[in-house]
Nanobody, 119 residues
Framework: QVQVVEYGGGSVQAGGSLRLSCVAS????????MRWFRQAAGKEREFVAG????????EYADDVKGRFTMSRDSGKNTGYLQMNSLKAEDTAAYYC????????????WGQGTQVTVTA
């Protein structure tokens, strides 16, 4: 069993910054990957960023490259999404998805947290 909980959503002005946290917990597991998705109202859910836990390699959607940075604190089983230079287009519900070695390609989803960027 893996539980995923997100923190840090809220409202921020355009050009500002926000940091989202994703905490994964559960027994007998090791995180393999953690990804962030977002879904704006009336839009499809889209990939934002991902990280491989072992080596810390990251990947990003084109429209957030240079503005968003993903990192992790392995000791805390926590991933972070640092969002800078936020735009109105970044307004969405953000979801964290974790995978663990012992559950293979099963996705454990967080509850989602709303990010609203105001002009």
């Amino acid at each position: 069993q893996v539980q995923v909980v997100e923190y840090g959503g809220g409202s921020v002005q355009a050009g500002g910054s926000l940091r989202l946290s994703c905490v994964a917990s559960g027994r007998t597991f090791g995180i393999s990957t953690m990804r962030w998705f977002r879904q704006a109202a009336g839009k499809e859910r889209e990939f934002v960023a991902g990280i491989r836990w072992a080596g810390g390699s990251t990947e990003y959607a084109d429209d957030v490259k240079g503005r968003f940075t993903m990192s992790r604190d392995s000791g805390k089983n926590t991933g972070y999404l640092q969002m800078n230079s936020l735009k109105a287009e970044d307004t969405a519900a953000y979801y964290c998805v974790a995978r663990a070695y012992n559950t293979g390609d099963y996705d454990f989803w967080g509850q989602g947290t709303q990010v609203t960027v105001t002009a």
